[in-house]
């Protein structure tokens, strides 16, 4: 049975960042997004693949606080939705146990 990582559970960021990642959870296309976000290929288990998200997300949110000039609004979107993708799918896989 796989748990959400506590960090997922806590997450805080700015409302509109996360609208935008439910409103693009209608679109996504796993294989299709893990693949361009992970080129080297999704990590063992799905456990790994959400704490890799989870870490490209950190970075980006870092960038964001920051207020970096190069900071890529629509790639933290695209992050932001295959983690919240990838959690609904591993919660749903627990439920189903």
Known sequence: MA???????TLRRPRLLVQAAR???????????LARLMPGGYPGG???????LMEMEQGLD???????ATYP??????????????????SASSDDQ
């Open 3 to 9: 748990t959400l990582p506590h960090d997922l559970l």
């Open 23 to 33: 409103a693009g959870q209608a679109d996504y296309r796993r294989e299709r997004v």
């Open 46 to 52: 799905a456990l790994a693949g959400l704490r890799r």
């Open 62 to 68: 870092a960038a964001r606080r920051a207020g970096e």
């Open 73 to 90: 609004v629509a790639r933290h979107v695209e992050v932001m939705i295959a983690l919240l993708a990838e959690a609904r799918l591993i």
